[in-house]
């Protein structure tokens, strides 16, 4: 995962309207540093680093909602929904990952390293998203799928794969929508406080 940019020129006297304006601003153009990867589908980590920077962002707004216009609300809306697109993208790329692995393919890539190495807070601890179990037990080369076990996991690629296709494109398409209204500049334009 791309490390959030650092924030400069933060004023500790300024206002704090001021100081939001100024760390959302960064959290955009942080966004839009992936938006050269919107047109490939295979760009995984690079799609799923554009959904880190929509969040960033989205938090950004709602952490400083008092202190924002109100028309950072349906913005907010806009980059929940970036967020869920991809963020549903990249758990189906975990699952075709794992799902060729299982199968033994040797082209199952990045996505399922990420999948490896991510790890999420739990209760205050560390916690990975796919269990070590699991891994061991995919990585077992005693453990071979049976004739039945491996069509239905071929079919469950399959789908997995179909779905893929389907969510890819409906971001794309949201995304180009948002596009062509200027989303960037409606951001800017909320920031700066204009119509």
């Avoid at 933060?10 to 100081?19: F, S």
């Avoid at 893929?164 to 406080?193: S, T, V």
């Amino acid at each position: 995962m791309a490390k959030a940019r650092p924030i400069t020129g933060l004023d500790p006297h300024a206002p704090t309207g001021e100081n939001a304006r100024a760390i959302a601003r960064t959290r955009l153009d942080e966004m839009y540093d992936w938006d050269r990867y919107v047109d490939n589908p295979y760009n995984v980590r690079e799609l799923h680093d554009l959904r880190i920077a929509a969040k960033r962002l989205r938090y950004t707004l709602e952490v400083f909602e008092d202190v924002l216009p109100e028309a950072s609300l349906p913005i907010v809306q806009q980059l929940t929904q970036i967020q869920d697109e991809l963020g549903t993208l990249h758990d189906t790329d975990v699952m075709i990952a794992l799902l060729r692995l299982c199968l033994g393919s040797q082209d199952s890539g990045t996505v399922y390293e990420d999948a490896l190495s991510k790890t999420r807070k739990q209760n205050g601890k560390q916690k990975t998203l796919v269990q070590p179990e699991l891994v061991a037990d995919l990585l077992d080369p005693t453990h071979i799928p049976s004739a039945q076990e491996r069509y239905g996991l071929e079919q469950l690629l399959l789908q997995q794969e179909q779905n893929r296709e389907k969510q890819y494109i409906a971001f794309r398409q949201h995304w180009y929508q948002l596009q062509a209204q200027d989303f960037r500049r409606q951001i800017l334009n909320m920031l700066d406080g204009s119509p």
